[in-house]
């Protein structure tokens, strides 16, 4: 779908100063060996803390697997654990995650907070989890889980598609309405903007980050925004207190995913909600991949050009808030 541009083609999207500094949300990584890619971002767009999701070797490694495999998530968080430590207080934010069929998740979670973690990140709202292991948002075991974090404010980045599985969150939040939690992805309900603005509405603990990933879903995503950027832009505005910057990459090994690659990514990211039109690293490696010749309607999409205010909210105050660091 080619997005529809207002402008010439030449309009760089050339980034200044944000307004304060990003704390970005959401994250990727393998292990300590790829921290310090995140190191020419922090320098060059103000990158003040970074929430690192642990992720099975499944995502890590976009791995298909028909057997309901959830592997090595405890190793991941064991991961994040060490690389916030070593960076010292306040650089990295490290959530944990479990197998959705874990029945021991609570006592796991609750040593991982003493051992200095920040919050939690849960897989079992992605259509392929739920499916693979047909267990929903609102099981039993699941319910003492957001009942901790609820009564501790312990944060939880809940990959929930809210079309496809809106009852049982409906009923997660609801029974607990002080819980705070992110809904990544615009909470992956791009195409219906009345839900989105239904969750805010009526979840006032609830937050969802504008990150798209990486590859095809980045791209076609981030061409749909460009489509629409009035809308997106009016939603984000009306509720500037409820966004999170993020760009959830997945940082593996890959010498691909150098730092310079980091930089460039969170530089997109940043384009899409600060300049007119932009270009850059996530729309030319998909289109290089795939043999697509570059023309202007497929390479320079419109941004959202939102205010200072709300740029403000988005990098900084609604990231604390979120993160419990306010």
Known sequence: MAPLLLFSAG??????EPPCPIIDVHEHILS????????LAAQKHRLAAIGLVASPKEVLFSMADEKGAFTDAGWNNNELLQISTAAGPGRFHAFATFSPA??????KLKRFINRGGRGMKLYNGHYRFHDMFNIPLDAPHLMPVYRYCEE???????????RYYWTELQH???????????LPHFCMSLVDLDRIAEIFN???NVYSDISCGEGELAYTTLAYISRYWQLYRELIVTYKTRFLFAADMVISADPEKDAHYVE??????????????????LLDRYLAKRAIKKTPANSVFN????DQETLRMIYGENPKRFLGLD
């Open 102 to 107: 874990d029945h021991d998740i609570l006592p």
């Open 172 to 182: 997660v939040l609801d029974t607990f309405p002080h819980l705070v939690v992110n």
């Open 11 to 16: 309009a760089a999207g050339e980034l200044g």
């Open 32 to 39: 300590r060996q790829q921290a310090e890619r995140f190191q």
């Open 264 to 281: 460039e990514v969170i530089r997109n990211y940043r384009q899409l909600l600060e300049s007119d039109q932009y270009s850059g690293i």
């Open 202 to 204: 009526k979840y006032p």
């Open 152 to 162: 501790n404010s312990i944060p939880i980045t809940y990959h929930v598609n809210s």
């Open 303 to 306: 941004g959202l050009q939102l």
